[in-house]
Every structure is written in structure tokens, then in C-alpha cells.
């Protein structure tokens, strides 16, 4: 089964507000990934964090991490239309670090 | 612009057809990856490689192979294409990133989207 689960599977919003999107994982990890997936294209890095972090930003992304929970979050700040995309998380865990493996993605789309 | 190649992008084929999708990369990364994903799911881990002359099978079964006689191209071929291949393949490569963890930040190609027929 998938490492990663995400919540919510769909979400909605209105531009300007702020977008939360979780993902639970299975295992223990090294670092977790989150990317971005326009429509019909492939995905974009947006941001890592290590197992030994709890918190990092880059721009309007703010993404945690509880190692002792087995999740993490993805706070995207005052949404632009353009922030309309799937977002994965992905985790590579202790044992398997060669590879990625995808959560279901979080399909987020921003009403102007 | 992207430095991870796809061709072609679409492909619309008949039952039975060969097929080879092409993945190739400037980056010079060691590792490199196919995922296929249907549209609006998640990506399945199909074929990986660590470098030249390694190919390993993902966490997906697919009855596509890989190989890897250059860094620099990661091919991917069906021999007889089944209405059931019908997805997207993704191509990825990677390096890893700082020291000690070793973590993997993929870069994507555009996707190869395969309909058959």
C-alpha cells in the first residue's frame, strides 16, 4: 500500500485565504517531500524537510512535520489563482532511501 | 525550462503496437525513474535505476522494461501495448541533496500521456 495519505482529496477556496493539506505516512522516514503537479504535466519540487526538523518555510509555503505522529502539513498563504494544482507529499523511508514514494495528492483549486 | 525530456508527449496506438518512450536527461544525475499515473491518482513506482547497466523494478508490476546504457537516456518499452497501459508515465531523475541524509529531490519530466487503442 501507499506510504503517504493525504487530506483532504479535493479542496476548494477562495483566492487570498490560506490553504491546508496533510499527509500521513506509514514508516519511518529520512525527509519528506512536497510537490506540485499542474494539470497534465509532471511534478515540481517545492520544498524538503528532514526528519530532524519540525518546521521550514519557503515564500507562502509553510510545511511541518511530527515524526511522532507520522504526518505533516502544507500551509500555503494568501492563494493565487495560479496555486490551482494537485500537491503530493513523498517519502523516502530508512530502509528504501533510493526511492520516493507518493501519497494520493490533494487536488487544491483557488476561486477567483 | 525543463532539463528532463519526454517524446513523445502523447501517443495514441493500436493493440499489439511497440512502443518505446523516450526519457532523456542534461542534468547529468545518476539516478533516474518511471512512475505511471492515472489521471487524478497517485504515481506508482514502475522502473528505477541507479546508473548505467542498473535497472531495478519499481513497487508497481508492469510488463514494461527499462534500460540504461547511457546516463543520460532511460527508455521505456512495451512490447505488445494493451488497452490496460493506457496512463501517463512520468520520468524523473535525481541527485541527492546535502551530506548524511542523502535525500532524493526529483525532477520531472513533462509526462508522456499513452492511449491504446
Known amino acids: 500500500s501507499q506510504q503517504g495519505e493525504e487530506d483532504p482529496q479535493a479542496l476548494s477556496i477562495q483566492e487570498g485565504e490560506n490553504a491546508t493539506m496533510n499527509c500521513s505516512y506509514k514508516?519511518?522516514?529520512?525527509?519528506l517531500q512536497w510537490y506540485r503537479q499542474n494539470s497534465g504535466r509532471g511534478l515540481v519540487h517545492l520544498i524538503l524537510?528532514?526528519?530532524?526538523?519540525r518546521e521550514k518555510h519557503s515564500g507562502r509555503l509553510r510545511v511541518t512535520l511530527d515524526t511522532s505522529k507520522k504526518s505533516s502539513s502544507l500551509l500555503i498563504t494568501a492563494s493565487r489563482a495560479a496555486d490551482t494544482a494537485s500537491y503530493f507529499c513523498?517519502?523516502?523511508?530508512?530502509?528504501?532511501?533510493?526511492?520516493?514514494?507518493f501519497g494520493q495528492g490533494t487536488r487544491l483549486t483557488i476561486n477567483p | 525550462e525543463a532539463d528532463i525530456y519526454q517524446t513523445p508527449r502523447y501517443l495514441v496506438i493500436g493493440t499489439g503496437k511497440k512502443i518505446t518512450l523516450e526519457c532523456s536527461q542534461t542534468?547529468?544525475?545518476?539516478?533516474m525513474y518511471w512512475y505511471q499515473q492515472d489521471p487524478g491518482m497517485e504515481l506508482h513506482l514502475i522502473h528505477y535505476?541507479?546508473?548505467?547497466?542498473?535497472?531495478e523494478k519499481g513497487d508497481l508490476s508492469s510488463e514494461s522494461t527499462v534500460s540504461r546504457i547511457r546516463t543520460e537516456h532511460f527508455p521505456l518499452t512495451l512490447e505488445s501495448a494493451r488497452p490496460s497501459h493506457t496512463s501517463q508515465y512520468l520520468c524523473?531523475?535525481?541527485?541527492?541533496?546535502?551530506?548524511?541524509?542523502?535525500?532524493?529531490?526529483?525532477?520531472f519530466g513533462a509526462g508522456s500521456r499513452l492511449t491504446v487503442l
Open positions: 535505476s541507479y546508473g548505467v547497466n542498473s535497472t
Open positions: 514508516t519511518s522516514i529520512n525527509n
Open positions: 513523498a517519502t523516502d523511508d530508512v530502509q528504501g532511501a533510493q526511492k520516493l514514494v
Open positions: 524537510i528532514r526528519s530532524n526538523e
Open positions: 542534468m547529468g544525475h545518476d539516478k
Open positions: 524523473a531523475s535525481s541527485e541527492s541533496v546535502g551530506k548524511g541524509s542523502g535525500a532524493n529531490v526529483l525532477t
